[in-house]
């Protein structure tokens, strides 16, 4: 997904306070950002997409804490 449009989405989501779009759109912005290799930018999307599967209680955060953890990012939790 191209940078801008993928900003816009993300602000539209915040917008409508739309957590499932959260989910979606800040796993493919670490996504996007792993593939840069930039990992610190990588994590801070993923922990974003994270804690509103947590929030939500969608079935990605099991898959996201594994990402972040696997990263040194969080500490692997069970569910």
Do not use: W
Not at 61 to 79: P, T, W
């Amino acid at each position: 997904m191209e940078r801008a449009a993928l900003e816009k989405a993300l602000l539209d989501a915040h917008a409508r306070h739309d957590q499932g779009a959260l989910i979606r759109l800040y796993t493919i912005a670490g996504d996007e950002a792993e593939k840069r290799q930039d990992i610190d930018a990588a994590c801070f999307y993923l922990t974003h997409a994270f804690v509103f599967a947590l929030e939500s209680g969608a079935p990605e955060a099991e898959a996201l804490n594994i990402r972040l953890a696997e990263r040194g990012r969080a500490k692997r939790l069970e569910f």
